[in-house]
């Protein structure tokens, strides 16, 4: 397995995941494109049903029953997951390609102890180690991911630990075989508040010493700030804007993700009213032609472009100063027929 | 893309255990909770062995009342000419001439000093006539048992690791026509098929180990459908776990994933189900025996409840309820011996 792969890590083009519904097949993911590259955190943000979880599901090829890839690509080191025969997913699956889930409490096997999870893991992608060796590795995992008493712990059951320690046991062993691309879908949400910031900073620091590419699927655009490069936003099953972090925040180019900037809580809206974009996001069934967003929107109202045409993601105009940071790897773009239009009236509190 | 159940979850209820689940989680305790260790279980067997004596003591009480209510024995032990003294001298001679508070007392003082009284027709102890037709009640039961249980893995299994809809019917669909066939004549059928016909199988009595084949086919296929549906149930319940998503993103195969997670998480819900199951087998099946002249409890009891034969009902009830309450208290410890989360209270 190469780790020089000269491309783009992973590459999703144009993916569409459909489920059978009454009237045929509904699409819940619709064309989804983004590149994902060695050593960068790549954060997918978006409403609850807009697609980002079944997105990295069907990257590892777990999707629930009844829901299937459609069509597109998912190339990975230039292999085409979406197409690749079970028992060659099976070989990335653990080893290349590892995953956190977002519920920790129901993610681990009630009736096995802890110890003999890890160790699944560990065995499945290193036939040669012995029990010894195999007991070796889970502890030294554990006491990577700030386990205190590895040994104890493996031994005992998952309604044992906390929360917070469970999905650390998680990170653990998606770490097992320093994966290539690590899935890391709503780490903490389902944590307690106090703990969400320590199990983020031992996924990143994780991540860093694998030296794996993250896809961090998350709702907190705070989270985003802190621990992404770049971002792609979801809504209603496809890709609205993708940027980098410092673009995404300072420019915002796409009428959702000004939206959705606009409405998170800090020293403008203290003592005032929250800001929220109106109406909801409209059922996967019932997405209209246009643009999704646009019954939502404060620039669609009335324009008939907007109804009618499917805007695509569109490259934006670069400024040339933008030059803190890494060079970005692919441009800014946004899938809006009127991008960059007076979005910034809403950062500034004056919503449309 | 795997599709481990393609069939909507079959929203069966899972029996629920009469223990309970700690729902408080352990927040960085470093106690195992092995309940092997807890020192609970001795605790928790006096507890359970109390509840066991008060209900065999009321299985005394039901038989006792039950008995008295059809009426004295001595008419039918007697010939048919028996004069109404000759019935009456029999009838006090049996204690049955006694107010019943005495009759009960008696019976019950009798009982503790484990004298059941001796059979009115055989005129042998009643316990030691029980006791001479376990064996073949529990091989039968046993048998049976493990090879309904048997099948219907196989053939839930089967339905999981093909994710055929089409299997899962037909392993529904004929379980279900076999049981909705009464057992008597299911064996009739199969003693005309393998013993009249094909000249195959012993029809007949427990002479040797091929007198088993027949009645155990018998039962075990009539459970057959009810064991496939409970395990079919929870093994879809499990595929939708999370954990077990976990396990197939670790890279493990299907096969795998369902022997080492998915099928030792079905047990808790099956378990239940399969205890009460094997504790009514055990108690003797009335009918099957009857039909292949089996010598079991089953056949014991009906012949002694026909014949008023009051020491061999009573005898044989409190050993049926001795079995069913060992079963239960067998299951409930193992429950909690496979879940870690079970705390026995």
């Keep these: 397995m190469s780790t020089t792969y000269p491309g783009p890590l992973l590459s999703v083009q144009d993916l569409t995941i459909e489920v059978a519904g009454d009237d045929g097949p509904v ?22 049903g807009s697609g980002k979880s079944l997105t990295v599901l069907a990257i590892m090829d777990l999707l629930p029953p009844g829901v299937r890839i459609a069509s597109g690509r998912i190339l990975f080191r230039g292999r085409d997951l979406a197409r690749l025969p079970e028992s060659e997913m099976r070989r990335l699956r653990g080893k290349d390609l590892a995953m956190v889930f977002q519920d920790p409490m129901s993610a681990l096997n009630p009736l096995q102890r802890v110890g003999r999870q890890l160790a699944e893991a560990v065995r499945l992608h290193a036939s040669g180690l012995n029990r010894r060796q195999t007991a070796d590795k889970v502890h030294s995992l554990l006491a990577a991911v700030g386990v205190p008493d590895p040994e104890g712990r493996a031994a005992s059951y998952p309604h044992q630990w906390s929360g917070g320690m469970r999905q650390r046991a998680m990170i653990a062993m998606a770490m097992a075989h320093d994966p ?23 996924l990143a620091e994780a991540r860093r010493r694998a030296g794996s590419a993250m896809i ?52 403008g809206t203290a003592g005032g009213r929250a800001f929220a974009i109106p109406g909801a996001p409209p059922a996967a069934a019932e997405r209209p032609a246009g643009c999704a967003f646009q019954p939502r929107c404060h620039l669609g109202s009335g324009r008939d472009e907007c109804t009618t045409a499917r805007p695509v993601l569109t490259l934006l105009p670069t400024p040339p100063a933008d030059a803190d940071g890494p ?3 692919a441009g800014p773009a946004a899938a809006c027929h009127f991008a960059g239009e007076s979005t910034l009236n809403l950062l500034k509190g004056q919503p449309a | 893309m795997f599709n481990l159940d393609d069939v909507p ?5 899972s029996p629920k255990t009469a223990l309970t689940l700690s729902s408080e989680p352990l927040l960085q305790g470093q106690s195992n909770n092995n309940f092997l260790r807890g020192g609970t279980v001795p605790q928790y067997l006096i507890k359970r062995t109390g509840q066991a004596v008060f209900t065999l003591f009321c299985v005394l009480t039901f038989a006792f009342i039950l008995g008295r ?77 493990l090879l309904g249980l048997l099948l219907a893995v196989l053939a839930a299994t089967a339905i999981q690791l093909t994710g055929s809809r089409t299997l899962r019917s037909l392993f529904i669909w004929g379980g279900s026509l076999r049981h909705s066939v009464p057992d008597f004549f299911f064996a ?16 007949l009595g427990r002479t040797s180990p091929a007198s088993l084949v027949l009645p155990v086919l018998t039962i075990a296929t009539g459970q057959f459908v009810l064991y496939v549906r409970l395990i079919d149930a929870a093994l879809s319940d499990q595929a939708s776990q999370d954990y077990v998503r976990t396990a197939f993103s670790k890279g493990q195969s299907r096969a795998r994933v369902l022997f080492s997670h998915m099928l030792p998480n079905s047990v808790l819900p099956v378990l239940t189900m399969a205890g009460l199951n094997l504790g009514s087998l055990l108690g003797g099946t009335v009918v099957v025996e009857a039909v292949f002249a089996w010598p079991g409890l089953g056949q014991v009891l009906t012949e002694a409840v026909s014949q008023r034969d009051f020491p061999i009902v009573q005898a044989g009830l409190l050993v049926v309820a001795l079995i069913f309450v060992t079963v239960n208290l067998a299951v409930d410890l193992l429950a909690a011996k496979i879940d870690p989360r079970v705390s026995l209270a």
């Design chain 1, 27 to 48: 699409r819940l993911v619709d064309g989804v494109t983004f590149e994902v590259h060695q050593d960068e955190v790549f954060a997918l943000v978006g409403e609850s």
């Design chain 1, 180 to 202: 290539g691309l690590l899935i890391a879908d709503e780490p903490t949400t389902a944590l307690d508040v106090t703990v969400q910031a320590e199990v983020m900073d031992v």
């Design chain 1, 216 to 267: 961090l699927i998350t709702h907190d655009l705070g989270l985003v700030a802190e621990a992404a490069d770049r971002v792609a936003v979801m809504y209603s099953g496809r890709v609205v804007e993708t940027a980098d972090v410092h673009r995404l925040f300072t420019s915002p180019a796409h009428p959702y993700t000004a939206g959705l900037l606009a409405s998170i809580l800090g020293e």
């Design chain 1, 327 to 329: 060079a970005p790897f």
């Design chain 2, 9 to 13: 979850v079959n929203s069966a209820e």
């Design chain 2, 69 to 145: 209510a059809t009426g004295k024995p001595a008419g039918l032990l007697l010939p048919d000419n028996a004069t109404a003294a000759e019935v009456d001298a029999l009838n006090g001679a049996l204690g049955f001439n006694e107010p019943l508070h005495v009759q009960y007392l008696t019976y019950l003082g009798n009982v503790l000093r484990g004298d059941f009284g001796n059979s009115y027709r055989q005129r042998e102890s009643a316990l030691a006539l029980i006791a001479e037709r376990l064996p073949a009640t529990f091989e039968l039961a046993f048998w049976s048992f």
């Design chain 2, 188 to 203: 009739l059928l199969a003693v005309l098929l393998f013993s009249v016909a094909l000249g195959m199988l012993p029809s």
